[in-house]
């Protein structure tokens, strides 16, 4: 099996090795990721200046590609002839951050994976629900756990198909293996943050404006992917690109336009 692997978080992170090392037991891996981090950089893509990749080598002493561009950008860049044969599939990750609720319409992660789909390609997102403020130092986070289940998954993938327009969105609990419960088939929840906006004023006495927010515990959906992980369970969600609400283009037919 062949596989492209990227990332929002920057070609030098922990969560990206960790996934190549699991994958690399099942075929060959190409990495190919933002050469900075670009976190909730969404689907954003590079049209008015040069995209650029160029090898690096990765944290495991092997050769990767780090790019100027976005997170799908990546996935252009992976998938196209100047990186050699098809993959067969292309997972994002493992992001450090939860991607829950409407974190998905932020998350650079799942967008690469969504551009997998569009040019073609199976792809599936996999974030570890760990706070991702706190200090990244080396092995602060275990990414073992969410790399295992991923080529778990990656196999169940390749064999199964997933229908042509459709992702699957992955959260694995920041628990050791033995506390995680079995994996659980979710559908995207709601995540609540509190004072999104702050604002402040720098030494020069100006006003700045600084985007964050905690996230605000409130009760959780049965069945949603928000609620699995707070049970400790690995959560997979198949999301597609079709964002059309169908339940009320009924509603709205009768509308008078
Ligand atoms: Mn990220």
New binding site residues.
């Given amino acids: 099996m062949r596989f492209l692997i990227t990332?929002?978080?920057g070609i030098l992170a922990e969560g990206l090795i960790a996934l190549k090392a699991e994958l690399e037991k099942l075929g060959e891996v190409t990495a190919i990721a933002p050469d900075r981090?670009?976190?909730?950089a969404g689907h954003a893509i590079t049209l008015h200046k040069p995209l650029r990749f160029s090898p690096v080598r990765l944290r495991d002493g092997s050769l990767g590609y780090a790019s100027n561009g976005t997170p799908s950008d990546c996935v252009v860049l992976g998938l196209s002839e100047y990186l050699g044969a098809k993959p067969d599939l292309v997972v994002a990750g493992i992001?450090?951050?939860a991607n829950l609720g409407e974190d998905l319409t932020y998350?650079?992660?799942v967008s690469a994976a969504m551009e997998a789909v569009i040019l073609g390609l199976p792809a599936f997102a996999i974030s570890l629900a760990a706070d991702?403020t706190a200090m990244a130092i080396a092995g602060t986070h275990d990414y073992g756990p969410a790399a295992r289940f991923a080529a778990r998954l990656a196999q169940v993938v390749v064999k199964s198909r997933l229908p042509s327009d459709v992702i699957l969105n992955v959260n694995v609990p920041p628990v050791p293996e033995s506390e995680t419960r079995p994996a659980a088939v979710t559908h995207q929840g709601r995540r609540y943050y509190e004072s999104r906006l702050e604002r402040r004023v720098d030494p020069r006495g100006r006003p700045y404006y600084w985007l964050g927010g905690q996230v605000r515990q409130a009760p959780e959906e049965e069945g949603s992917d928000v609620a699995a992980v707070a049970d400790n369970r690995i959560s997979v969600t198949p999301v597609h690109l079709d964002l059309t609400c169908y339940a009320f283009l009924e509603e709205m037919k009768g509308w008078e336009l």
């Fill in positions: 990332n929002d978080d981090p670009r976190s909730a992001n450090l951050g998350s650079g992660t991702p």
